[in-house]
């Protein structure tokens, strides 16, 4: 989720800020059944607004999985009321108070478990109309420029056990690495295009061609290299994994360079600047 642009003193300002920008993260990270199947708000309508036809003030929210929900409401002052309740399919067991750090937390953690959920669900029904010859092998296995991160995160997911354990595992650290460094080359032009290259083209292009493959043959065959193709794919893998560490160390070193230039702009801005009071 993308908190970065809110502060506390803003959520106490205007509280209604940071429940929009929670609503707003949940459509960006969920496909669009899930996120209004999970997801309910609530809103105060003024006097004002029902004359004025607006929909009133965002006060509360609701996330509900499938062994918990998390709500989030506000009063003003604001007062938060950051709660959990632990469920039992539709039944409500308990509900505790959090504070409103940890309730923000176990919020991101619940939209990545609805994400991933929802992947593995979209892979299994791919996999199924694979089986009956409707899609190609590997069909499901996709990134898209429209919703990058959320794709590249539930990868591993959509992959599933029809890879060595190991590739899994080296798809998840590739997904996360790219989704980290995508906002940081955001607007650099061609560093920016090649992170979305490696992540929209060659990771999902990658796991397609070993996917196209029967699986016996897969494990099994050795190619004219020496190794098998589940032991190609897994060098393959750790090539693009090293590739996409050293662009992320490659961003957040450029954000340090950005960080150090400002410091010395500070520097020369202040440099010598007194605070004077006329004492008695």
Do not use: C, K
């Amino acid at each position: 989720m993308e908190l970065d642009r809110l502060t506390g003193a803003e959520w106490t300002r205007d509280p209604e800020s940071l429940l929009r920008e929670l609503v707003d993260s949940v459509t960006r990270s969920l496909p669009a059944d899930v996120a209004s199947g999970s997801l309910t708000i609530e809103r105060t309508r003024s006097l004002a607004d029902r004359l004025a036809h607006r929909p009133g003030a965002l006060t509360r929210l609701r996330l509900t999985g499938p062994a918990e929900a998390l709500s989030l409401s506000w009063e003003p002052g604001p007062r938060w009321a950051p709660e959990v309740e632990q469920r039992y399919g539709t039944v409500p067991l308990s509900t505790r108070t959090l504070p409103l750090g940890q309730w923000l937390t176990a919020f991101a953690q619940l939209v990545a478990a609805l994400a991933v959920h929802a992947a593995e669900d979209s892979a299994d029904s791919a996999r199924a109309l694979q089986t009956l010859g409707i899609l190609p092998p590997g069909s499901e296995i996709h990134v898209d420029d429209a919703h990058l991160a959320q794709d590249l995160l539930t990868l591993a997911a959509r992959v599933g056990r029809r890879v060595p354990d190991e590739a899994v595992a080296a798809v998840g650290r590739i997904g996360a690495l790219l989704a980290e460094t995508l906002p940081r080359v955001a607007g650099t032009g061609e560093p920016e295009v090649i992170v979305r290259v490696a992540a929209t083209v060659y990771l999902p292009d990658t796991l397609r061609a070993y996917l196209a493959l029967p699986a016996e043959w897969a494990a099994e065959h050795v190619l004219a290299g020496g190794l098998t193709p589940a032991q190609a794919l897994i060098a393959q893998l750790e090539a693009l994994e090293s590739a996409a560490r050293t662009m992320r160390d490659a961003a957040i070193e450029q954000d340090a360079s950005a960080l150090l230039i400002n410091g010395r702009f500070l520097a020369d801005r202040f440099a010598g600047s007194r605070l004077e009071l006329d004492l008695p």
